[in-house]
């Protein structure tokens, strides 16, 4: 196994653990950070294997095109964090509940 | 985080609620625990087929590194993430920014904000911006400046202007006059107006394309477009901070 | 690639344990406050991964939004969905009628 | 003016520019000056319906267009690539905006605090539909698909309500969940090919690493599906649609769902080559065949069970969109008449569902509720409307002469002549049901009223905006001979060669 293989398969671990969490638990803020911690999957496996290429100059930098990508997927992330966040807060707000409210607990 | 309010009527809600309001008991969790098992189960099934998928990859990996390099003087930066980020694919760039603006639109049509984080600040929240704020400010103009060679950009320097707001609105200061409502509309929609406009500026010149830049101004362009980034980032963060309109 | 020595692989690993551990703590922990606390750590980690990448650019986006901003709008959404006792007060402050159903 | 002056040569990339910055910059101003949203926003949107629609005349007249955004060649820059798939379907959401926005402006009126907030949301949202039916790159694709999203889910939430909000969240994490898988997809392929531009792709699919392409399809499917809510995917959609106000659920409902299809129809025609390639597409077909059988059956059944107006539309999307599943083991065994069936699906069910929701929202405002029970005398007082929501229930049922019975005849005959009774029997059932549900509605209105109840009036914008919606749905069943020719051009990727092939040679020769 090469470092890259090894940060791609961390990374898909981090996939399947968030989505377990995001399943598993009903707590809206829970469901929040298990998306959070599925994206950062999704990242390592973009950039992690992007090191199976030689690199260029020392040190050997990463190929740029994939941390583009991730750059962009981290501000999208946090958006949708901040979004998902301001509606809870609100049907919290409204209703008392932190949950969606049909599963579990009934 | 101390105990937790129990709010009258909580007796009524779902009982995973409950729980989550109470910081003792266990995680809530909404699936009985032989449904969690077979998920557990096939989750790992699904672990394989993906760990498959990345042991396949062959080496040495294709990928645009070479192309990037190849084109690199063309572009008006040296440093390669930025080249990519503002020029060979600037339009990934610009829908970006307008989810974020997206993000602030959203969050302000669901209510007004509620202040910062509630608690009266203490003595160091107090006083820590004061030290704190003129510093982040720097290194964020520095971050944007070195962008252009070295690692750093629009998007640090943005969510560290961010992070001042954030240790502003925490410390309890209110915003200045100059920057209520309006003015606060137009930093927010600033980095994608200026990237909007020069894009179809660019679009209109006779053999351009949208958000082409000509080589001789594509420094100068890519620079104006981060400043306008990086003011629009860093207000729409903190404005996502405070969890609504103001 | 191949000239990647022990240490390397000794570092590589200990990183990765304490990535997937403090991920597996953010999403079990009981307590939600100590789980956010636990997702900043993880933010903080994975940024030392990035770097260890080569992907510097994303390691500085990753400590100041992914564990910075993201962490801060979570503790700030997590007071407000969890007030503390006797603050009960700020809920009401916006003239906000609870019905609780 | 001539047509040629709308094609490749001539206006034909400022078309493409307009359709997405125009939105966009509009979006910005309403965001600006919420005093002026509403008039700022309508005018935008009628010029960005214009604009969209010179744009399809100029594919019709002079085949694709292409522009390099940034002026970089593609594996490098992005592409926006117009062909008369995508021409088609944005000609739709064209007609559907325009025709929303006129709605919008009259449901709004009085309301200032929604109306500032939805016409920049809205406006970004169109923009957003137009960017993905034009990219031709997979990761901006997944920018355009985040963009959507958020855009729906902020829509949703304008309902205000509990409901809505609870809609929204679910809608939210299920539609950033989808967006996770889809880039998961992208990660893969971009590690297994060195490049996310699609037609590139393509071209290397046939090298590329087996275990990493099929996981990479499976998940960028799947993460789609969520999206467009196949069953058993759908349980998001129904809250969600069912508690937006009347003008965003038809746009949910009308568009939302059907970017999520025609990207999984563009990877399937465009990527994988028609899905033939190998075993595993045929198998994949059957699957997503199997599913829309199954959504046809289980959506028409619960919309009939439905009390409230708006879940029942809602719950009739769900079995819509299966039709349109059901076309792929048709197509991938030859007959490429369904995708054209699918298509013609796609098209009327976005024009009816469009007008059968804005009429909802016009007997809701009404009568204050829309319970189907107590929809008594609705027909003496919106006559307008009831005749909107019954000529989209024809296109929904499938008869002739409306957009909807083209595509089901379509589908029908590709299914009879491939001997596939169980499934041209799925397509026959869900008319049945489509036609039960409808007139269990039409009927409620018909009754004579029992009791006397507080009415509003409904501005004519809004009964004349459902009104010419399912008229068009109608139409589109007259203009086969002038439709049929757009969708060739997208369908001609699965039979031919990829048109940007040539495309994919000179970007690999440079580098």
Redesign the interface.
């Given at each position: 196994m090469?470092q890259?293989?090894f940060w791609?398969?961390v990374g898909?671990?981090l996939?399947?653990m968030g989505?377990?969490a995001l399943?598993?638990?009903?707590?809206l803020l829970?469901k929040v950070l298990a998306l959070n911690i599925m994206s950062s999957g999704v990242f390592l496996?973009f950039i992690g294997?992007?090191r199976?290429?030689?690199?260029?100059g020392t040190p050997p930098?990463?190929?740029?095109?994939?941390?583009?990508?991730v750059?962009?997927g981290?501000?999208?992330a946090?958006?949708?964090t901040?979004?998902a966040?301001?509606?809870i807060?609100?049907l919290r707000?409204l209703t008392?509940?932190?949950?969606l409210?049909d599963?579990?607990?009934? | 985080?101390?105990?937790?309010?129990h709010?009258?009527?909580?007796g009524?809600?779902?009982?995973?609620?409950g729980a989550?309001?109470s910081?003792?008991?266990?995680?809530?969790?909404?699936?009985p625990p032989l449904a969690?098992v077979l998920?557990?189960l096939a989750?790992?099934g699904?672990?394989g087929?993906?760990?498959?998928?990345?042991?396949?990859?062959?080496?040495?990996?294709?990928?645009?590194?070479?192309?990037?390099?190849e084109?690199l003087d063309e572009s008006g930066v040296s440093h390669?993430?930025t080249?990519?980020?503002l020029?060979?694919?600037?339009?990934?760039?610009l829908?970006?920014l307008?989810?974020?603006?997206?993000?602030l639109?959203?969050?302000?049509?669901?209510?007004?904000a509620?202040?910062?984080?509630?608690?009266a600040p203490g003595p160091l929240l107090r006083q820590l911006p004061g030290l704190l704020a003129p510093l982040m400010v720097l290194v964020a103009g520095y971050?944007l400046w070195v962008g252009a060679h070295a690692?750093?950009?629009a998007?640090?320097a943005g969510?560290?202007l961010?992070?001042v707001g954030?240790l502003l609105c925490l410390s309890g200061r209110t915003l200045p006059p100059w920057a209520q409502r309006?003015s606060l509309?137009?930093l927010a929609?600033l980095g994608?107006?200026v990237f909007?406009l020069l894009?179809?500026v660019a679009?209109?010149l006779p053999g351009?394309?949208?958000?082409?830049?000509p080589p001789a101004q594509a420094k100068t362009l890519i620079l104006t477009i981060e400043l306008a980034a990086m003011l629009s980032?860093g207000v729409i963060?903190a404005a996502?901070?405070t969890?609504?309109r103001p | 690639?191949a000239g990647l020595s022990l240490l390397d692989w000794a570092l590589d690993g200990l990183l990765a344990l304490l990535l997937l551990w403090l991920a597996w703590r953010a999403l079990?922990?009981?307590?939600?406050?100590r789980a956010v606390v636990l997702f900043i750590a993880f933010g903080l980690v994975l940024a030392l991964v990035w770097a260890r990448l080569y992907a510097?650019?994303v390691?500085?986006?990753e400590m100041?939004?992914g564990a910075?901003?993201t962490g801060?709008?979570l503790?700030?959404?997590?007071?407000?969905l969890?007030?503390?006792?006797?603050?009960?007060r700020?809920d009401a402050?916006?003239g906000e009628v609870?019905d609780?159903d | 003016m001539p047509l040629q002056l709308l094609g490749p040569g001539g206006l034909g990339?400022?078309l493409l520019?307009a359709a997405v910055?125009l939105p966009?910059?509009a979006a910005?101003v309403c965001?600006?000056l919420p005093r002026l949203a509403a008039t700022l926003g309508l005018i935008s949107a009628l010029l960005t319906a214009a604009a969209t629609l010179a744009l399809m005349l100029g594919v019709l007249a002079g085949g694709g267009m292409e522009?390099?955004?940034?002026?970089?060649q593609a594996?490098?820059?992005?592409r926006w690539r117009s062909d008369g798939l995508s021409a088609a379907l944005m000609a739709m959401t064209a007609v559907v905006g325009a025709m929303v926005s006129l709605y919008a402006a009259a449901y709004f009126r009085h309301t200032a605090y929604e109306r500032t907030?939805f016409w920049?949301?809205w406006l970004?949202l169109w923009?957003?539909l137009n960017?993905l039916f034009l990219s031709a790159d997979l990761?901006?694709l997944y920018?355009?698909l985040?963009?959507l999203g958020?855009?729906a889910?902020?829509l949703t939430?304008?309902g205000g309500g509990a409901a809505a909000?609870t809609g929204a969240i679910r809608y939210l994490l299920v539609s950033v969940l989808g967006s996770l898988a889809y880039l998961?997809g992208v990660a893969?392929v971009?590690?297994?090919?060195?490049?996310v531009d699609i037609a590139l792709v393509a071209a290397c699919v046939p090298d590329a690493?087996?275990?990493?392409l099929?996981?990479?399809v499976?998940a960028m499917i799947a993460g789609l599906l969520l999206k467009t809510a196949l069953f058993p995917f759908h349980v998001w959609l129904p809250p969600a649609h069912g508690s937006a106000p009347a003008p965003v659920s038809a746009v949910l409902s009308a568009l939302v769902v059907k970017a999520s299809f025609y990207l999984v129809l563009r990877l399937w025609l465009d990527v994988l080559g028609g899905g033939d390639g190998d075993g595993s597409g045929r198998w994949l077909a059957e699957l997503l065949g199997v599913l829309g059988a199954a959504a046809v059956i289980w959506g028409s059944v619960l919309a009939l069970r439905q009390a409230r107006l708006k879940l029942l539309i809602a719950y009739s999307t769900v079995a819509q969109i299966g039709y349109l599943f059901m076309a792929f083991p048709l197509a991938v065994a030859g007959g490429a008449a369904a995708w054209t069936g699918a298509l013609y699906l796609a098209l009327a069910h976005g024009l009816a569902k469009a007008a059968m929701f804005l009429s909802a929202g016009s007997l809701l405002r009404f009568g204050g509720h829309d319970r189907i029970a107590e929809l008594d005398s609705a027909v003496h007082r919106l006559p307008l409307t009831l005749t909107a929501f019954a000529l989209a229930g024809v296109s929904i049922m499938g008869l002739p002469p409306s957009g909807g019975f083209i595509g089901k005849w379509l589908l029908l005959e590709a299914a009879f002549q491939q001997g596939r009774f169980v499934l041209a029997a799925v397509i026959l059932l869900g008319g049945v049901l489509a036609a039960a549900y409808v007139f269990k509605v039409v009927g409620h209105a018909f009754t004579p009223a029992e009791r006397e109840r507080r009415l509003r009036s409904v501005p004519p914008g809004m009964e004349w905006s459902a009104l010419l919606l399912a008229l068009a749905a109608i139409v589109l069943g007259l203009t086969l001979p002038l439709i049929s020719p757009l969708l060739q051009v997208g369908t001609d990727a699965a039979v031919a060669p990829p048109v940007s092939a040539a495309v994919a040679l000179t970007a690999g020769g440079?580098?």
């Amino acid at each position: 196994m090469t470092q890259p293989v090894f940060w791609g398969l961390v990374g898909m671990a981090l996939v399947v653990m968030g989505l377990y969490a995001l399943i598993v638990h009903a707590h809206l803020l829970r469901k929040v950070l298990a998306l959070n911690i599925m994206s950062s999957g999704v990242f390592l496996v973009f950039i992690g294997l992007a090191r199976r290429a030689p690199g260029e100059g020392t040190p050997p930098a990463a190929d740029p095109v994939p941390q583009a990508m991730v750059l962009t997927g981290i501000v999208v992330a946090v958006a949708a964090t901040g979004l998902a966040l301001a509606l809870i807060v609100r049907l919290r707000a409204l209703t008392g509940r932190t949950t969606l409210g049909d599963e579990g607990g009934h | 985080m101390t105990e937790p309010q129990h709010r009258p009527g909580s007796g009524r809600q779902p009982a995973s609620d409950g729980a989550a309001a109470s910081g003792t008991s266990r995680a809530p969790e909404a699936l009985p625990p032989l449904a969690r098992v077979l998920l557990a189960l096939a989750l790992l099934g699904l672990f394989g087929g993906l760990a498959a998928a990345v042991l396949s990859l062959a080496q040495p990996a294709p990928g645009l590194a070479a192309a990037v390099a190849e084109r690199l003087d063309e572009s008006g930066v040296s440093h390669p993430v930025t080249a990519v980020l503002l020029n060979f694919r600037g339009y990934d760039t610009l829908l970006e920014l307008v989810v974020l603006v997206l993000a602030l639109m959203g969050t302000w049509s669901v209510g007004r904000a509620r202040g910062c984080a509630g608690n009266a600040p203490g003595p160091l929240l107090r006083q820590l911006p004061g030290l704190l704020a003129p510093l982040m400010v720097l290194v964020a103009g520095y971050l944007l400046w070195v962008g252009a060679h070295a690692p750093g950009g629009a998007f640090q320097a943005g969510s560290l202007l961010g992070g001042v707001g954030i240790l502003l609105c925490l410390s309890g200061r209110t915003l200045p006059p100059w920057a209520q409502r309006p003015s606060l509309r137009v930093l927010a929609v600033l980095g994608v107006a200026v990237f909007t406009l020069l894009g179809t500026v660019a679009a209109l010149l006779p053999g351009g394309a949208p958000l082409d830049w000509p080589p001789a101004q594509a420094k100068t362009l890519i620079l104006t477009i981060e400043l306008a980034a990086m003011l629009s980032i860093g207000v729409i963060l903190a404005a996502l901070f405070t969890g609504g309109r103001p | 690639m191949a000239g990647l020595s022990l240490l390397d692989w000794a570092l590589d690993g200990l990183l990765a344990l304490l990535l997937l551990w403090l991920a597996w703590r953010a999403l079990a922990s009981p307590e939600l406050f100590r789980a956010v606390v636990l997702f900043i750590a993880f933010g903080l980690v994975l940024a030392l991964v990035w770097a260890r990448l080569y992907a510097v650019d994303v390691a500085l986006a990753e400590m100041a939004i992914g564990a910075g901003v993201t962490g801060a709008l979570l503790l700030a959404a997590l007071v407000r969905l969890e007030p503390p006792i006797g603050r009960g007060r700020q809920d009401a402050r916006d003239g906000e009628v609870y019905d609780h159903d | 003016m001539p047509l040629q002056l709308l094609g490749p040569g001539g206006l034909g990339p400022d078309l493409l520019l307009a359709a997405v910055f125009l939105p966009l910059a509009a979006a910005l101003v309403c965001f600006l000056l919420p005093r002026l949203a509403a008039t700022l926003g309508l005018i935008s949107a009628l010029l960005t319906a214009a604009a969209t629609l010179a744009l399809m005349l100029g594919v019709l007249a002079g085949g694709g267009m292409e522009v390099q955004l940034g002026g970089w060649q593609a594996p490098l820059g992005i592409r926006w690539r117009s062909d008369g798939l995508s021409a088609a379907l944005m000609a739709m959401t064209a007609v559907v905006g325009a025709m929303v926005s006129l709605y919008a402006a009259a449901y709004f009126r009085h309301t200032a605090y929604e109306r500032t907030y939805f016409w920049p949301i809205w406006l970004v949202l169109w923009a957003a539909l137009n960017a993905l039916f034009l990219s031709a790159d997979l990761f901006n694709l997944y920018v355009t698909l985040e963009l959507l999203g958020f855009a729906a889910v902020s829509l949703t939430a304008l309902g205000g309500g509990a409901a809505a909000l609870t809609g929204a969240i679910r809608y939210l994490l299920v539609s950033v969940l989808g967006s996770l898988a889809y880039l998961l997809g992208v990660a893969l392929v971009y590690h297994g090919c060195g490049t996310v531009d699609i037609a590139l792709v393509a071209a290397c699919v046939p090298d590329a690493p087996r275990p990493a392409l099929k996981v990479a399809v499976a998940a960028m499917i799947a993460g789609l599906l969520l999206k467009t809510a196949l069953f058993p995917f759908h349980v998001w959609l129904p809250p969600a649609h069912g508690s937006a106000p009347a003008p965003v659920s038809a746009v949910l409902s009308a568009l939302v769902v059907k970017a999520s299809f025609y990207l999984v129809l563009r990877l399937w025609l465009d990527v994988l080559g028609g899905g033939d390639g190998d075993g595993s597409g045929r198998w994949l077909a059957e699957l997503l065949g199997v599913l829309g059988a199954a959504a046809v059956i289980w959506g028409s059944v619960l919309a009939l069970r439905q009390a409230r107006l708006k879940l029942l539309i809602a719950y009739s999307t769900v079995a819509q969109i299966g039709y349109l599943f059901m076309a792929f083991p048709l197509a991938v065994a030859g007959g490429a008449a369904a995708w054209t069936g699918a298509l013609y699906l796609a098209l009327a069910h976005g024009l009816a569902k469009a007008a059968m929701f804005l009429s909802a929202g016009s007997l809701l405002r009404f009568g204050g509720h829309d319970r189907i029970a107590e929809l008594d005398s609705a027909v003496h007082r919106l006559p307008l409307t009831l005749t909107a929501f019954a000529l989209a229930g024809v296109s929904i049922m499938g008869l002739p002469p409306s957009g909807g019975f083209i595509g089901k005849w379509l589908l029908l005959e590709a299914a009879f002549q491939q001997g596939r009774f169980v499934l041209a029997a799925v397509i026959l059932l869900g008319g049945v049901l489509a036609a039960a549900y409808v007139f269990k509605v039409v009927g409620h209105a018909f009754t004579p009223a029992e009791r006397e109840r507080r009415l509003r009036s409904v501005p004519p914008g809004m009964e004349w905006s459902a009104l010419l919606l399912a008229l068009a749905a109608i139409v589109l069943g007259l203009t086969l001979p002038l439709i049929s020719p757009l969708l060739q051009v997208g369908t001609d990727a699965a039979v031919a060669p990829p048109v940007s092939a040539a495309v994919a040679l000179t970007a690999g020769g440079a580098v």
